[in-house]
């Protein structure tokens, strides 16, 4: 049989399923259907409250608008590493959610954008670069209100709309695979091992200490991407792990935000002219932003610390209370 039906509906999606946290003792650990249910869960209703700041106008929701956009990618990761288990509608897989995803990143790129812009970095530079850096901002500021109406606009279209039915239908009426009925500990480093090794096989593993080309850059934006990726997927199920592959995690996102940053300047570098006096700053910015990289070449391209964060994945058991906690 190709699917299992869940067992029982869910009663309410805003009784049992409304907990931040759910407790569960490590001698009993839930099958991955329950994992499933519960971590959709959680991120459904952090989309949702955010999606109504926007749509109400609340004072912080340009935010709410980047954090529908990281629920978005949560959900999204979660339904790779669970699509072999589940049976999910079209707009729930992740060939639709990134999609999604993409239409809602242009208002944050431009955030992110105003944001360098706005450091304190910039104070100090000579006069005729701070009347050219006054003009950029106006510029994104200028797109940056385009883009937030359209965010607005793709919350009220049908492709939304058909998202968040299809997500509150499975959450209320669950469809597994056999695969989902197979327990979390000797599931998880099963499902991990294949995005791990995505991970490590990525081409900017290879960039020097500072790309050379265009296409470097590119693969380093897309090492970026897919080290976002694994968080999230490692985040899901860091509560069954100890406190070395949680500290894995904070490692991944460090090693993000550094590549972000220099994603960030690049992209900011290309909204002014070849000529422009602020061009060798951004330069500069871009190989501070990489004074790391080299260090982490050398951890992460090393076939020992490979074999060990390989080994790691199999170590599913207790954490320092004798319980597992399922968090969002």
């Known amino acids: 049989?190709?699917?299992?039906?869940?067992?029982?509906?869910?009663?309410?999606?805003?009784?049992?399923?409304?907990?931040?946290?759910?407790?569960?003792?490590?001698?009993?650990?839930?099958?991955?259907?329950?994992?499933?249910?519960?971590?959709?869960?959680?991120?459904?209703?952090?989309?949702?409250?955010?999606?109504?700041?926007?749509?109400?106008?609340?004072?912080?929701?340009?935010?709410?608008?980047?954090?529908?956009?990281?629920?978005?990618?949560?959900?999204?990761?979660?339904?790779?590493?669970?699509q072999g288990s589940l049976r999910l509608p079209k707009p729930l897989r992740p060939k639709r959610l990134r999609k999604l995803i993409k239409t809602l990143g242009q208002q944050r790129d431009l955030d992110v954008l105003l944001e360098i812009l706005r450091e304190p970095c910039w104070q100090g530079i000579p006069a005729d670069q701070q009347a050219e850096l006054e003009k950029l901002k106006e510029k994104l500021q200028r797109r940056q209100a385009q883009a937030e109406k359209h965010s607005r606009r793709i919350l009220a279209e049908e492709d939304f709309r058909k998202f968040q039915a299809a997500c509150e239908e499975w959450l209320v009426s669950p469809r597994?695979?056999?695969?989902?009925?197979?327990?979390?500990?000797?599931?998880?480093?099963?499902?991990?091992?294949?995005?791990?090794?995505?991970?490590?096989?990525?081409?900017?593993?290879?960039i020097p200490a500072f790309p050379e080309t265009e296409a470097q850059a590119e693969q380093l934006h897309d090492l970026r991407k897919a080290t976002k990726r694994l968080r999230y997927q490692l985040e899901f199920f860091a509560p069954f792990y100890g406190e070395?592959?949680?500290?894995?995690?904070?490692?991944?996102?460090?090693?993000?935000?550094?590549?972000?940053?220099?994603?960030?300047l690049q992209v900011l570098q290309a909204q002014l002219p070849a000529d422009s006096s602020l061009q060798n700053w951004l330069q500069e910015q871009q190989k501070l932003a990489l004074q790391d990289w080299p260090t982490q070449q050398q951890r992460y391209c090393n076939p020992a610390e490979q074999q060990r964060l390989y080994q790691l994945l199999f170590l599913v058991g207790e954490n320092s209370n004798g319980e597992v906690q399922v968090v969002g």
Do not use: C
């Open 1 to 82: 049989m190709d699917i299992i039906a869940a067992e029982s509906k869910t009663e309410s999606l805003g009784k049992t399923e409304s907990s931040e946290s759910l407790l569960l003792s490590s001698s009993s650990l839930p099958p991955l259907a329950a994992l499933a249910h519960q971590l959709l869960s959680q991120q459904w209703q952090r989309l949702q409250k955010h999606v109504g700041r926007v749509l109400k106008h609340h004072p912080e929701a340009a935010e709410s608008l980047h954090q529908i956009r990281v629920s978005l990618r949560r959900i999204g990761t979660w339904a790779e590493v669970f």
């Open 176 to 206: 597994y695979r056999p695969a989902a009925q197979l327990p979390v500990q000797e599931s998880l480093p099963h499902l991990l091992a294949p995005l791990v090794a995505a991970w490590f096989l990525q081409p900017g593993w290879r």
């Open 244 to 264: 070395t592959l949680q500290s894995w995690v904070k490692a991944l996102k460090r090693l993000q935000e550094q590549l972000g940053r220099f994603n960030d």
